[in-house]
């Protein structure tokens, strides 16, 4: 069993639009296998788990909340001074 995670502080819209830079667009004809594949992987080894340190913005005992754009290091509360640049 795993914690689930809840997106705060941005838009669908905004999330589309960082799916559509990573290449991935709702219509594609393979954007299931994409979306899996993106969502497992991401573009690099540590990917996800940097951007879950970084967004981190406060837990209940039944979730966590993440606030953030996963491209976007401005958009992350706990993003390093070098990343935001």
Request: aromatic share 20%; proline share 4%; net charge negative.
């Given at each position: 069993?795993?914690?689930?995670?809840?997106?705060?502080?941005?838009?669908?819209?905004?999330?589309?639009?960082?799916?559509?830079?990573?290449?991935?667009?709702r219509k594609d004809s393979d954007l299931k296998?994409?979306?899996?594949?993106?969502?497992?992987?991401?573009?690099?080894?540590?990917?996800?788990?940097?951007?879950?340190?970084?967004?981190?913005a406060g837990h209940r005992r039944d979730v966590i909340f993440l606030r953030g754009i996963p491209d976007r290091a401005h958009t992350r509360p706990h993003a390093s001074a070098k990343r935001q640049k």
């Open positions: 069993m795993t914690t689930p995670y809840i997106l705060t502080g941005h838009s669908k819209q905004e999330w589309i639009r960082f799916f559509e830079r990573n290449s991935i667009d296998t994409k979306l899996e594949f993106f969502s497992k992987h991401g573009p690099s080894v540590n990917y996800w788990n940097e951007f879950i340190v970084e967004a981190y």
